[in-house]
């Protein structure tokens, strides 16, 4: 572990932050075949950084993880660090996290954390050696949002590209640019200008799921012009926990799904219904067979304002904490409470 004092202007407090590395791009570098490759030792982590301020860091490498490696274990791990770091009066909390499941591991944290200091998650699309890394950059900003007083009461947020992002509708909108972190529909709640944070738009307050643990075999499923009910019969087992479908448009679903739809119903599995789509929220405007309102009516809950991934974490964080029926269906039923 390591504890580095950065110099902050016009704060007149000592902001004591957390940086929990977790590995990804911004840990990364080029091998002499241009391919990225994660290091024996984190740059980011390592190298100190001058910042325009007084922020005292300590560093906590806790994982050296390509993203695709993350679980929910590992994330239920970074929760507990963090509750850990808040009774030991911490002031805030940067995650370094690659970006591939960076926006679920970013939403875990949201539904599972107090939303008590603020806590940001940052990566980068570059690799540390590369021509226009931005990992460093990202680090920086990062710090400067989670010791920013006005950061207070946002959940946890994600800064990437000099944006300020709720974590909970941020997702990733392109392979390798530098600005894939967006929020469709939304837009940012904030920027990074200079050395602080500036908010436009002020978040809903969302209740907190405490968990202690995290359960398995929790599915997501995209819906497809054509599909019939093969993959959902792959689940129709003892050991599904529950199932997300991205379904078509508003919420829809072929008329051929529906038969092993209803056997899954039938073993009181949850289903979660959201779309497909990169803009909008789930809705059950349509009745026809596989429309949405049939859906409803079948015992599909509908999960309004995320995306696939996030409804599974969110649904996945549900049951981990033992909800059912009304609770559940409740707890699922929009992106807030």
């Given at each position: 572990?390591?504890?580095?004092?950065?110099?902050?202007?016009?704060?007149?407090?000592?902001?004591?932050?957390?940086?929990?590395?977790?590995?990804?791009?911004?840990?990364?570098?080029?091998?002499?075949?241009?391919?990225?490759?994660?290091?024996?030792?984190?740059?980011?982590?390592?190298?100190?950084?001058?910042?325009?301020?007084?922020?005292?860091?300590?560093?906590?490498?806790?994982?050296?993880?390509?993203?695709?490696?993350?679980?929910?274990?590992?994330?239920?791990?970074?929760?507990?660090?963090?509750?850990?770091?808040?009774?030991?009066?911490?002031?805030?909390?940067?995650?370094?996290?690659?970006?591939?499941?960076?926006?679920?591991?970013?939403?875990?944290?949201?539904?599972?954390?107090?939303?008590?200091?603020?806590?940001?998650?940052?990566?980068?699309?570059?690799?540390?050696?590369?021509?226009?890394?931005?990992?460093?950059?990202?680090?920086?900003?990062?710090?400067?949002?989670?010791?920013?007083?006005?950061?207070?009461?946002?959940?946890?947020?994600?800064?990437?590209?000099?944006?300020?992002?709720?974590?909970?509708?941020?997702?990733?909108?392109?392979?390798?640019?530098?600005?894939?972190?967006?929020?469709?529909?939304?837009g940012p709640i904030g920027i990074?200008?200079?050395?602080?944070?500036?908010?436009?738009?002020?978040?809903?307050?969302?209740?907190?799921?405490?968990?202690?643990?995290?359960?398995?075999?929790?599915?997501?499923?995209?819906?497809?012009?054509g599909m019939d009910g093969s993959?959902?019969?792959?689940l129709d087992n003892d050991t599904?926990?529950?199932?997300?479908?991205?379904?078509?448009?508003?919420?829809?679903?072929?008329?051929?799904?529906?038969?092993?739809?209803?056997?899954?119903?039938?073993?009181?599995?949850?289903?979660?219904?959201?779309?497909?789509?990169?803009?909008?929220?789930?809705?059950?405007?349509?009745?026809?067979?596989?429309?949405?309102?049939?859906?409803?009516?079948?015992?599909?809950?509908?999960?309004?304002?995320?995306?696939?991934?996030?409804?599974?974490?969110?649904?996945?964080?549900?049951?981990?904490?033992?909800?059912?029926?009304?609770?559940?269906?409740?707890?699922?039923?929009?992106?807030?409470?």
């Amino acid at each position: 572990m390591w504890v580095r004092i950065f110099f902050w202007k016009e704060v007149d407090v000592v902001k004591k932050i957390l940086a929990i590395h977790t590995g990804g791009t911004i840990s990364m570098s080029q091998n002499a075949q241009g391919d990225v490759v994660p290091n024996a030792k984190n740059p980011i982590a390592q190298e100190a950084t001058i910042l325009a301020g007084r922020v005292q860091l300590v560093t906590d490498e806790m994982f050296n993880l390509p993203s695709p490696h993350v679980t929910p274990v590992e994330m239920l791990k970074i929760q507990q660090r963090i509750l850990r770091a808040e009774a030991d009066g911490i002031d805030g909390v940067v995650i370094t996290h690659g970006t591939d499941t960076l926006e679920e591991t970013a939403y875990f944290l949201d539904l599972t954390l107090p939303n008590t200091i603020p806590v940001v998650v940052t990566g980068a699309m570059r690799s540390s050696n590369e021509i226009g890394s931005d990992g460093m950059y990202n680090f920086q900003s990062a710090i400067e949002v989670a010791a920013d007083d006005a950061s207070q009461g946002n959940g946890v947020m994600v800064v990437m590209n000099d944006e300020i992002h709720s974590a909970r509708y941020v997702t990733k909108t392109h392979t390798t640019n530098v600005a894939t972190f967006r929020t469709p529909t939304f837009g940012p709640i904030g920027i990074v200008a200079k050395d602080h944070a500036v908010y436009f738009q002020q978040l809903i307050r969302q209740a907190t799921c405490q968990i202690d643990q995290v359960i398995d075999h929790v599915y997501l499923i995209k819906a497809y012009a054509g599909m019939d009910g093969s993959l959902f019969d792959f689940l129709d087992n003892d050991t599904t926990a529950g199932v997300v479908i991205e379904g078509l448009g508003a919420g829809n679903l072929p008329p051929r799904t529906l038969p092993a739809v209803q056997r899954l119903l039938d073993r009181q599995i949850p289903l979660v219904l959201v779309s497909r789509c990169y803009n909008g929220v789930a809705e059950d405007i349509y009745d026809y067979d596989g429309g949405g309102i049939q859906l409803r009516k079948m015992g599909l809950m509908l999960c309004q304002g995320l995306n696939g991934q996030k409804a599974r974490i969110k649904l996945l964080v549900g049951l981990s904490a033992g909800l059912t029926g009304d609770d559940l269906k409740d707890f699922l039923r929009t992106a807030v409470s």
